[in-house]
């Protein structure tokens, strides 16, 4: 018999943030061993950097695996502080990644952030008669999340459109507040659907918006037409963006 599961593990509804890094398989075949590792090494120092901002650098809330970052509410109070920190790490993610496009020429990520029953555990002891430890994230917040992260047809980040509505209800108005302070912005989406209406993931600031058109641009211009329209969709985001002049609130 195995031991038992330790009931200190705790499954309520939270944020989660998903995040997977494109041409992956392809962006490791083309490299050897070292000339991926300097690579990555760079990649990786851009997501500590946005995870890692105004949480004295502890990153309890962040999991990295090969291509993939997963972000949970940081321990933060009020709540709404949290939250609106998780959206600000998912904003400067994304933002980061675009402007390494040219310097590095590693693909790009794109994620989304989901609601609900959600373990997140780093580094746990996950038995009470056993020293072993690991990472376990799991639940139907992951589930919905890893679903609309696959179905985006673009380099961007958006909230999972079909958890809007529990979003509302458990914290009335913040949607609303982050979409006014520039977190988030009303998109349609482009999907493998067709385009959804959802709230997307700012990642543009005022200071680099024209940089990231151009290297948007270039990259839409460069691929085959295939993959140039992810980039297409992006692009198209950035001067929504720019227009509207409603960046990413400044550090």
Not at 43 to 59: P, Q
Not at 155 to 181: H, W
Not at 197 to 220: F, K, M, P, Q, Y
Request: net charge negative; glycine share 6%; charged share 25%.
């Amino acid at each position: 018999m195995p031991p038992s599961m330790t009931t200190a593990l705790d499954n309520t509804r939270r944020f989660l943030g998903l995040f997977d890094m494109l041409g992956f398989s392809s962006f490791c075949e083309s490299r050897s061993a070292q000339e991926l590792a300097a690579a990555y090494q760079q990649i990786l120092a851009s997501i500590v950097t946005a995870t890692t901002y105004g949480t004295d650098g502890e990153d309890d809330h962040v999991l990295i695996f090969s291509d993939t970052v997963v972000l949970a509410e940081p321990r933060m109070e009020p709540r709404t502080e949290a939250v609106r920190h998780l959206f600000r790490l998912a904003s400067l993610l994304i933002h980061n990644s675009l402007l390494e496009l040219n310097r590095f020429e590693h693909p790009p990520f794109r994620g989304c952030v989901s609601f609900g029953e959600c373990i997140f555990r780093k580094n746990a002891s996950l038995f009470s008669n056993s020293d072993c430890r690991t990472s376990l994230v799991l639940g139907k917040a992951v589930a919905r999340a890893s679903a609309w992260e696959k179905k985006q047809k673009w380099v961007g980040a958006s909230i999972v459109p079909s958890d809007l509505p529990d979003i509302r209800i458990a914290f009335p108005g913040l949607l609303e507040q982050l979409v006014e302070e520039g977190y988030l912005v009303d998109y349609d989406v482009p999907t493998e659907d067709g385009l959804v209406a959802t709230l997307a993931i700012n990642c543009v600031t005022s200071g680099h918006s024209d940089h990231i058109l151009r290297l948007v641009r270039d990259r839409e211009q460069q691929l085959p037409p295939k993959e140039a329209s992810k980039y297409r969709g992006t692009r198209r985001f950035v001067e929504a963006v720019m227009n509207t002049g409603k960046y990413i609130p400044p550090r």
